[in-house]
């Protein structure tokens, strides 16, 4: 399908770009991926997408670092009143993970991202990208903490290291078999939430 190409600020064509590049990544890899696709889909030609993005690995770096972005936004908003903020990131996050386009493409970017490592703009995208996540899990593990939702004697930065590897496990779980992946990634970030809390709230919840 041809889109028909509209004047755009720049800001919205660069938007677009990245939004045609993220789904065409995700679907088709990074050497599969072709930037005269990318700007089909985003309704531009391929001179003018390299206007924004001077290589595809600036670009694929940039679509990681958008994607990641987007997510930690919408994980912020989850979590923001919880009282239980882990809890709410499992209903919210986890349990749809392999059932939400956004989650799943953000998921397969990440793994794709690990097998670029060696490309220096990708490895810096990822660097950063990671760096924010946990960071932002950090918080989100001392707020749960605060409400007595996470034991005292459990390092944050380690949690968060193991957070954010379940969500590498769920891409995994998901591209060897989608139709199970949503029980399994429900299934690791309970018995993750399960292992945080202390013996008193499994008590009381028993």
Known sequence: ??????????????????????????????????????????GCSEPML??????????????????????????????????????????????????????????????LAVSLADVPEVR????ANTAVMRERMVSILARARESGYVRDDVDLEAAAWLWFGLTLAG???????????AGNCTLMARTFATLLRPERCDIEES
Do not use: C
């Open 124 to 127: 810096a995208a990822i660097a």
């Open 50 to 111: 390299y206007k924004h993005f001077p290589s595809k690995q600036a670009l694929f770096a940039a679509v990681l670092a958008d994607a990641g972005a987007r997510m930690g936004e919408r994980v912020a908003r989850i979590v923001e009143d919880a009282e239980n903020p882990v809890d709410a990131w499992i209903e919210h996050i986890a349990t749809r993970a392999t059932r939400d386009p956004e989650i799943i493409e953000l998921m397969r970017l990440r793994m």
């Open 1 to 42: 399908m041809v889109i028909e190409r509209t004047r755009l600020s720049a800001a919205d064509r660069r938007a677009a770009i990245l939004a045609a590049a993220q789904r065409e990544f995700a679907i088709r890899g990074y050497h599969g991926a072709a930037t005269a696709e990318i700007a089909r889909g985003a």
């Open 171 to 181: 891409g995994f779980a998901h591209a060897i078999d989608p139709d199970a992946a």
